[in-house]
């Protein structure tokens, strides 16, 4: 047994096979009973598709939008510790309702709005403060994440939890083990918002429409993420087929501009907001509508090109109405395969922090 299938058995359970496809670095985890509806372990969810954010800031507040315009949650639920602003922000919605067909937007800093919620999303966090180191910004954010996830899991247990506050992996750790839920219901936004930016910069070299553009990053969402050149093409052809075009110099300029895209936008404008919102609004809507996507997300890569420790960075997931059914590890090169394990090499570091902060 290889060491891919024997982590899908682990963490899908023993009814699961990877099937390859007809290209290479693709699989996917079927039954080998056709009786057996979902993956061992996955409970049946709430019907419906009620949405909670926690975090009215600009995080939240373009997530509940983009929901609203691609009209996937129905009733959408803003949570905030400060009540007032979350009123504000859902009165605001309220009045674009002749525009949507959302039937209900409420919001406030009561938990018991979020009762039987198909997907909870977290964005609240602490801003680091002058002088505050990083482990004492760590401590400061896993005691937000401990209060909302024992919040939410109070009123929504048989929810899907998808968490946005950054640094979005460790914290991704930290409410799977905060909250007992299986590997299948809490994961990360991830790089799905890095892989974005990455499609925008190679459509702008190509001059290709960016949704002709396939491409990912992985691994961390953050500086030490991991491009995948071996997996683009543009228009289904291979960026080989582009000759100079993608020169190693090209590519490393590429991949500059979605590390310096952040900084950029903070310059500009002071926060990121909008092409997050689109992003989770993705992979909710995968979820909702059970359209089982393959979406980079942060979930557990143990088991994967040779990563030992419980690490949490962006694999492409597939995604559906039980939230991650399957990992879909691709076919890295060497380099790609040594960014990633400096990436999760990265986070081990970080995450050695959390457990005992969990305790206390």
């Known amino acids: 047994m290889t060491q891919s299938m024997a982590t899908l058995y682990r963490l899908y359970g023993r009814g699961a096979v990877m099937v390859r496809q007809s290209f290479p670095g693709s699989c996917r985890v079927m039954s080998m009973d056709p009786r057996v509806q979902r993956v061992p372990g996955h409970v049946a969810l709430p019907t419906g598709r009620k949405v909670t954010i926690v975090g009215a800031g600009s995080v939240g507040v373009a997530i509940g939008i983009s929901l609203l315009a691609k009209n996937i949650a129905d009733p959408l639920v803003l949570i905030d510790i400060d009540g007032n602003r979350a009123l504000g922000e859902v009165q ?7 525009f949507l067909d959302t039937q209900e937007i409420v919001g406030g800093n009561d938990y018991r709005l979020t009762e039987g919620s198909r997907v909870c999303i977290v964005t ?30 109070k009123y929504s247990p048989d929810t899907i939890i998808i968490v946005v506050s950054n640094p979005v992996d460790v914290l991704t750790y930290a409410a799977w083990k905060i909250s007992g839920l299986p590997l299948n219901r809490v994961f990360g936004s991830g ?30 969402h953050g500086a030490s993420c991991a491009p995948v050149w071996s997996g683009v093409n543009v228009a289904g052809l291979p960026i080989e087929r582009f000759g100079d075009l993608f020169t190693d110099e090209k590519k490393k300029d590429v991949f500059e501009q979605v590390l310096q895209s952040v900084p950029e936008l903070l310059r500009l404008k002071g926060y990121t907001s909008t092409a997050v919102g689109f992003t989770v609004a993705d992979q909710v809507e995968s979820i909702l509508f059970n359209k089982t996507k393959a979406l980079p997300c942060s979930t557990l890569v143990k088991g994967f090109y040779g990563i030992e420790e419980d690490v949490f960075l962006s694999l492409p ?44």
């Open 124 to 153: 609240a966090g602490a801003r680091q403060k002058p002088g505050q180191s990083r482990t004492e910004l760590l401590e400061d954010n896993i005691k937000i994440m401990k209060h909302i996830i024992t919040e939410l899991m």
């Open 191 to 220: 790089t799905h918002l890095d892989s974005s930016r990455f499609q925008y910069f190679i459509g702008k070299l190509t001059g290709y429409p960016v949704h002709l553009v396939k491409a990912q990053i992985l691994g961390e």
């Open 92 to 98: 605001d919605m309220q009045h674009a309702s002749a």
């Open 317 to 360: 997931c597939m995604l559906g109405n039980n939230g991650v059914s399957a990992v879909l590890p691709p076919d890295l090169n060497e380099q790609e395969k040594n960014l990633f394990k400096a990436s999760a090499d990265n986070m081990f570091k970080y995450q050695q922090e959390i457990d005992d902060i969990i305790c206390k």
